[in-house]
């Protein structure tokens, strides 16, 4: 019986099977966004077990493992790595048709050369193979990494990290490019008056920039992105929960600076005065140093209270919002574009509606004064991340804007054989496009077809991003 992960894995028609195995496959491997910690990378670590390389630190596992009805403890409490394990065998057979499925098998395959089908009679099997792979120096990250063809990848950091592992990777022998990239959510987070009066204490003391108003406030983050930018970032995010915009004069900042350090409680209208000034500042300095700037939209945050309060925040209890988002994104776009400030800019929403929305927006911006397709629509993202997400935001790409410049995929995930996710959209990529050319619908031109794949896979984020290492040829 042919494996179900196999050489012709979602790949339907013998024009897409060409375009994965002829071209697809042979690329190297630029995530611009994920969440790999520098300091294992530099250390070279390894996974302990299987259960600490899949199930350690995802919420999509663990969100899983609850709809099957798993009790916590078995999840992220204090059952042994086999127990939450053997839970997990027992769970996927419930998870057809989920993305897990694929990525799993996938991961099996790519990684451990193992064509098991994951469920409770192979648990036993799949955890003592899978084991004694990784405790050898081929499952070390470095290595995992290599074997992934990965050129270069952007972790997600902190303005306030010291991005000493960076630093120390980019003078040492590794030969995959390793990029902070500046996170600035906590700058922005005035919501929560204790943890951002923290974190301005904690910015003084790395900047020496005493914040007594937000004229110093900015000088302060523009100080945390020179830094970035010497050692070697090129890429911003930022998530928003809400998207707001409302303009004010300075002294009105000054005012809201002063209420955020008494603690007082602050309107939604000096909230969205304030995130909109931080905006424009760390907007106009992203352009200023050629950075690509990501903005990510539509998430509800820890909508279970009582699971916040006993697990803490981030442990996979946020959901969809369905807020509107096209105005007041198109008038933050809009106000650092009045002065060619605008930099490079990516969009991605975690809910699908807003696909199209998003794809409308970026023909607005459009500009020939960086890379082509200056405005990005993100790769399907978080809930979107499955089979028919993909060949969504592909097709509402290409129905409203340019789709032979889109920058490809990324993991966005916190473990390292997530790098497989590059090949499952490479799959579904290459299917997509030749269905389209087996039905017509576009000329089955293997030279235009080519071109189309080596752009999105690796080339458009190659040009877009100026990368210009590379230890692989193409």
Known sequence: MTPFINSNFLLQGETARGLYHNIACQLPIIDYHNHLDAKAIFENQKYQSITEAWLSS????????????????????????????????????????????????????????????????????????????????????????????????????????????HRKLSVSDFKVQVLPTFRADSLFDIENAVGFNQVLRQLEQVTEIPITDFES???????????????????????????????????????????????????????????????????????????????????????????????????????????????????????????????????????????????????????SDCSPGKIQLGSAWWFNDHKSGMEQQLQDLANLGCLGRFIGMLTDSRSVLSFSRHEYFRRILCNFIGEWADKGEIPNDADLLTQLVENICYLNAKRYFKFSHSHHKI
Request: glycine fraction near 6%.
């Open 58 to 165: 995802d919420h999509y596992f663990w969100r899983a493992l609850r709809s099957n009805g798993v009790e916590e403890r078995y999840i992220t409490g204090d059952a042994s790595d086999y127990k939450k394990f053997q839970m997990w065998c027992e769970t996927m057979p419930y998870l057809l048709g989920n993305p897990l499925y694929h990525w799993c098998h996938l991961e099996l395959k790519t990684y451990f050369d193992l064509d098991l089908v994951i469920k409770p009679e192979n648990c036993d099997a799949i955890w003592e193979h899978c084991n004694r792979l990784l405790q050898l120096d081929s499952h070390s990250i470095q290595q995992l990494l290599l074997s992934s063809k990965v050129d270069t990848l952007c972790t997600t950091d902190d303005p306030l990290s010291d991005l000493a592992y």
């Open 217 to 367: 406030y900015a000088q302060a983050m523009l100080s945390r992105v020179q830094y970035f930018a010497d050692t070697g970032c090129c890429l911003s995010d930022l998530g928003l929960k809400i998207v707001d915009f409302a303009l004010c004069l300075p002294k009105r900042l000054d005012y809201i600076m002063a209420k955020i350090q008494s603690f007082e409680l602050l309107t939604q209208l000096e909230i969205a005065q304030f995130k909109t000034a931080v905006f424009r500042v760390l907007g106009k300095a992203y352009h200023k140093y050629g950075w690509s700037m990501q903005i990510h939209v539509g998430v509800l945050t820890n909508v279970n209270v009582r699971r916040l309060n006993s697990l803490g925040s981030g442990a996979g209890f946020s959901v969809i919002n369905d807020k509107t988002i096209a105005n007041n994104l198109s008038l933050l776009l809009s106000m650092l574009d009045e002065k060619r400030q605008l930099p490079q800019t990516i969009l991605y929403s975690v809910n699908p509606k807003d696909s199209v929305v998003l794809g409308s927006i970026l023909g607005a911006f459009q500009d």
